[in-house]
Structures are given as C-alpha cells and as structure tokens.
C-alpha cells in the first residue's frame, strides 16, 4: 500500500450468488479503467491490482467474501465510489 | 478422493501422476534462442497477443447477436485478458533472462499461471482453468511454431487422461515406456484401445463419460482395472490399500515371467501352442516376451483405418514383410481386412445401413470390393517368402465365400507368377468360424481350409443375438452360454475328423476361466492377448488333460451360464489362486 495521502480505501462485501467471475471481473476492469488513479483490491493477505485482468482472475471471491478496494491518485474518491457501488450491487447480476 | 466407476478393459492396478491429453495435443518443445534474437522473440509474442485479442473480439461480436450473451461475455473477458499488459511484461522477462523461445516461454508463463489455480476451491477452479487454456492455446496458435506434442517425447512415467485415445496413440504411448496406466471419457471392453491396453498388460478404465473434466495433469490418481475405478487423489489409506495391491501384482507377473521360456504343457505332456492377437506389429515384441510362439491373429484393419486414403499394396507388403522378419520363422497368421460393421473406411464408399452387422461386413465386403481384396492378397503373397505367412479369411458364413476367396487368391497368385514374384506356393488358408453358420457346417468348411480358427467374439454375437455394447441386453452376452460350448465344442469335433487344425482365437482364449475347458474341448492352439499368456500358461501346466477332460464333460452337462461359471470358477481356482 502506498502512504500518499492521496489513497483512500473502503470495505465492501461481494453478494451475488455467483460471485466473482469472469463477468463481474470484466465489468470491475471496465469502471476501474475509467480512472487515472491506481486500484488494488485485498483479500487477506492477497491483494491484486484492479485494471489487470491477469491477475483478478487469482481472485477468488465467493458471495460473503469481504474485499478492501483501494485506490490512489487524483480521482481516488470518485473510483472508490463507483467501484464499491457495482460490488455492492451484486455487480450487475442481481 | 473422489472415486468414479467406468469399464475395466485391463487388470492391474497402477498410481501415478495423471497427464491429461488435450484434444488438441497441445505441449511445447523446451527451446531456445540466441541471445541476440531474444527482441525478436519479444516481439513476437506481442504479435500474437494482438493478434489473438483481434480475433477474441471478432468472436465476442459474433456471439453478441445471438441470443443469450454468456459467450460473448466469455470472450469479451478473454479479449480484455489478452489486452492486459502484465503477463507480456512476465512472457518477456522470461524470454531476456532465460533466452526460451516465444512459444516456450508463453506455455511456461501460462503453466505457472494455472497452476496458482490449483489452490483454488471449485466453483472457481474449473472454470478459470478452461479459460486459461482456451487463452493458451489461442496465443500458441498465433505465435507459431512448433506446439504439437510429441506423444514419444514423454520424459517421465504418467497416467494419462484423454477423451479418447486411438490405438496408435495407445502404441505410441506405450513405447515411451512410460505408461502407467491411462483412464478415458469413452469406450467399452471391445474397442481396439481396450484390447490392446489388455494385450500391453496395461491398467486402464473406460467409459468414464467426463473423468477429462474431473483430473488435471499434476493430480495423483490410482487406475484399477480389475474394478473399472479411478481414485483421484487418494487419502492414506487408499494410498495403502492400492500400493499393496499393485505390488502383491507384480509379485505374480513376475512369477509368471519365470515361465516364459517353458512349454505350455500339460502335467501329461500335451503340448499346447499359444499365439498372441494383435493390431501392430510394434505388438509383436511384447507377445514374443510374454512367450507367444507366434501370432495367431494379426488384424489388418489398422492398415485401412489409419489414414484417410487405401494403402498401397507396397505399403501392405512391407508392414506384413516387417512383422514376418520380427518372428523370425514363427507363425503368422494374416486375416484380411474385417472392415465393416463398426469399421468403415471413410473412403470405401459405405451406404447406412439399417443393421451393419448383418451386412456387408468382413470377407462379404472384401469379395464385392476385389481390387482392394486382390492388393492385399498380392501383398500377403509377396512377403510369404520372408516367414511363416498362412492367410485367413473372417466371417465366413457359407461355404461358397470360401470358394470365391480362394478363387481371388488362386488368380492373383497366377498374375504375382507371370510378373516374376517370389512367394509360397502352398500358403496355408485359414477360416475363421465366427457365425452359428459356419460352425454347424465347419465339416465342410474344414475339407476345403488348411485351418480353422474360432472367433469366439462374433460367434457369441451372433449365436446369442446380442450386442454386448448395448447396455441394455449386454449382461447376455456370455461365453459360458450352453448354446455357445456346444457350438464350439462341435466345430473342434467336425474339424478333428478333416485334416484342418482347429485353433480358438476369440476373447476367450485368454480368459482364464475357460482354459481348462478348452483343452478338454479338444483345442491344442490357442491365440490371445499377449497379456494372458503367461497365466495361461500356468494354468496349463498345472493341470492333466484328464482333469481337463472331465471338466469339460461336466460342463457340457449344465443348463445355465451361471451353473457353468460357478464350476468352472470352482476349478480354476484349484490350479489358480489368483483368479
């Protein structure tokens, strides 16, 4: 985690059924290339970057599982708002 | 550990590491480049990223218009996979530090990738690894090179897990010698794989329907041929359990590899000759190991299947010429084609037929497709000279089939005269008695045929009209039926009182549970699977032919199969513990 003041970082639970798979993956990609800020997510002690397909597929997240998305730079506040929105709506699936 | 239950087409019980074949053989060779042509590589994997991104997009959008978009998303996700830029990044590294080859270093990269999947719980797991592949196999294609797998290129011993493997992947496999044991979605106890893996005394289940989708490469897994179960990853004591089963095995293979070179004789001294079947002559080697002295039946079919076009009568000649050489003055017996039935040749012009089994099969086919017919004799007669060739025809069902055979074989021996070729004059003619037809006529049959060779698969079929692939009458199918003894024992008597020797070729040869009645049959040869000889043989040399004798005048007394089993179970098992 980087210590720039810029980072923000916010809980969200994965809720749908179905959980985090190749749609719901490809959709978070989508949003979090909009923003010029850099996303990681967390799990545990695994964290992935956010805009890389490659590696959010090493991402298991089953319904119930909580991630901690972070994101850092200039628009941080406004991807962090977005991202946790489409987790917390069961990315689109529900 | 779960455990899933197929057919067992071959004993003997085997863990290892499982190799799933793709259907697509998809393995890359280890190669490597010269340091200054590593940009070169680099550069070509960007190439076939863009490239396989390009054409995952053009599939996204064709899914799109169809209705339900799953696909289109699936590719949509592969399209936005491909345009990531970590894993060139990685596939690069790979390339500058170790100097591996562009198609080398993505199928290590994607290797390594998947396997960080393994750690996976399901549901996740198998979907991941699918796309994964999928992305491999696209991005291989586009970067080039060579990225067939070599089956001969195997560098440890596996277990190896395909949808289907065709016999020669099967001999190609079993070459390496470094064949376990191999599992499959399809097939049943008659396929050619399953006869040859029996005839290689290699374990393996059949049938499984989707074991493909429930092992990777990487997995332990235990083959059980005996039951027709795989264990996928097995917990201790299965572990234990099938260690010492495997090994309490070898303890009486290698028993059994002590007799080898003795006769297969009986306690009072009769002689009886076994002869391995087999497909290839690749196969020949290991029945001379198993102690064949020679091979009873070679099917030809192999020659006709195996490419899309007919094989040259030179082609036919060396293959015949190869194997005669390999048995160095032991008996060969050819059988011409059987295609047909199950066996068709895509080019041989084949109408659907409503019931091909009852239609033109076998020496039916061949004696109304002469030009093919009279090449492969030519060929027959052309390698004669390098061994001890006899020529046998299948499926006889009248004795005028014969007739015309032996007629075909009559003028294509004159035209091999008139060219100046060298082959043997008095070529013994054989007759398989394969349908109820020939076997009640086999007195005739036998006056015009230097041999007769029971083929106990067909006669069964069609004896008791069953097709024991159709699991719904299967478990009829039975070479202890009464019916079935009777014939066979009748057509050892009709061809006893001709010249013609009687040999038994089917299945059932090397079932253990019916040598001792076969002797007591009268049969003195006996052609089988290599991996039977061995116990056969031991069976043989426990026994007198008195015992055998009586056996088999009690046998001919029962009414059911059932009766006949359980008794001839009872007295196998005195000679043979391990039954």
């Given at each position: 985690m980087q210590d720039d003041e810029s980072c923000r970082q916010i809980e969200v639970e994965i809720?749908?059924?179905?959980?985090?798979h190749a749609r719901p993956v490809m959709r978070f990609i989508d949003i979090a290339a909009q923003f010029k800020s850099s996303i990681r997510i967390h799990k545990g002690d695994m964290s992935v970057d956010g805009k890389s397909p490659m590696e959010m597929m090493l991402l298991e997240g089953v319904q119930g599982t909580i991630l901690k998305l972070e994101a850092c730079g200039d628009d941080a506040a406004q991807a962090l708002d977005k991202l946790a929105e489409l987790v917390r709506d069961g990315f689109g699936e529900m | 550990m779960p455990l899933k239950r197929g057919?067992?087409?071959?004993?003997g019980v085997v863990i290892g590491t499982a190799l799933v074949l793709e259907t697509e053989d998809v393995r890359v060779p280890r190669r490597f480049v010269p340091s200054d042509q590593t940009a070169h590589e680099i550069q070509l994997v960007e190439k076939a990223f863009a490239a396989a991104q390009a054409e995952v997009g053009g599939e996204r959008e064709r899914f799109a218009e169809?209705?339900?978009n799953d696909l289109a998303d699936i590719f949509g996700f592969h399209e936005r996979w491909l345009g990531d830029e970590k894993p060139r990044k990685e596939i690069a590294d790979l390339i500058r530090d170790k100097e591996y080859s562009a198609a080398y270093a993505i199928s290590v990269f994607m290797r390594r990738y998947r396997r960080r999947f393994q750690e996976m719980a399901s549901p996740f797991l198998q979907e991941r690894a699918r796309d994964i592949q999928d992305i491999e196999r696209r991005l291989l294609r586009h970067v080039g090179g060579e990225t067939r797998m070599?089956?001969?290129?195997?560098?440890e011993s596996v277990i190896i897990i395909a949808h289907d493997l065709t016999p020669s992947q099967l001999v190609e496999l079993e070459q390496t010698k470094r064949l376990l044991g191999f599992a499959t979605d399809v097939g049943g106890t008659t396929s050619h794989t399953a006869i040859i893996a029996a005839g290689l005394s290699i374990p393996a289940v059949v049938g499984?329907?989707?074991?493909t989708t429930h092992i990777s490469s990487g997995d332990t897994v235990v083959i059980d041929g005996l039951h027709g179960v795989v264990v996928i990853n097995p917990d201790e004591q299965q572990r234990a359990t099938y260690t010492a089963e495997a090994e309490h095995l070898q303890e009486v293979r290698a028993t059994l590899a002590?007799?080898?070179?003795?006769?297969?004789?009986?306690?009072?001294g009769v002689k009886i000759e076994l002869l391995g079947n087999i497909e290839?002559?690749?196969?020949i080697t290991d029945c001379l190991e198993k102690g064949?002295?020679?091979?009873g039946l070679f099917r030809t079919e192999f020659l006709f299947l195996q490419t899309d076009r007919l094989p040259s009568e030179e082609e036919q000649f060396e293959a015949y010429r190869d194997a005669a050489q390999q048995l160095d003055g032991l008996p060969l017996v050819i059988r011409t084609m059987d295609l047909g039935g199950d066996k068709c040749h895509p080019?041989?012009?084949w109408e659907m037929e409503k019931n091909p089994f009852l239609g033109l099969r076998s020496i039916r086919y061949s004696l109304q497709n002469l030009p093919m017919f009279r090449s492969q004799l030519r060929a027959i007669l052309r390698a004669s000279?390098?061994?001890d060739i006899r020529v046998m025809f299948p499926l006889?069902?009248?004795i005028m089939e014969l007739r015309q055979a032996k007629f075909v074989l009559s003028t294509v021996t004159e035209e091999l005269e008139e060219e100046g070729y060298e082959f043997r004059e008095d070529i013994p003619v054989g007759v398989m008695i394969e349908t109820p037809a020939a076997a009640i006529c086999a007195r005739e049959i036998a006056r015009e045929a230097d041999f007769l060779s029971i083929g106990t698969n067909d006669l069964i079929q069609y004896t008791l009209a069953v097709?024991?692939?159709?699991?719904?009458?299967?478990?009829?199918?039975?070479?202890?039926?009464p019916s079935v003894l009777r014939l066979i024992r009748q057509v050892v008597r009709l061809g006893g009182r001709s010249e013609a020797k009687v040999s038994l070729c089917g299945e059932m040869a090397g079932d253990a549970l019916f040598v001792i009645l076969l002797l007591g049959m009268g049969l003195r040869t006996l052609s089988m699977?290599?991996?039977?000889?061995p116990r056969t043989k031991k069976i043989i040399r426990s026994i007198s032919m008195a015992d055998a004798q009586r056996v088999c005048r009690r046998v001919m007394s029962f009414e059911t199969e059932r009766e006949v089993l359980n008794y001839l179970r009872d007295e196998t098992r005195k000679v043979w513990e391990d039954l």
């Open positions: 809720v749908n059924p179905q959980g985090l | 057919v067992g087409v071959s004993s169809r209705a339900g070599e089956l001969a290129a195997l560098d499984l329907e989707d074991i002590e007799l080898r070179d003795l006769d297969a004789e009986t306690r009072d290839f002559p690749l196969e064949a002295r020679g091979i080019t041989g012009g000279v390098f061994g006889v069902s009248r097709d024991r692939t159709n699991e719904r009458v299967g478990q009829l199918y039975s070479p202890a039926d699977a290599a991996g039977n000889i």
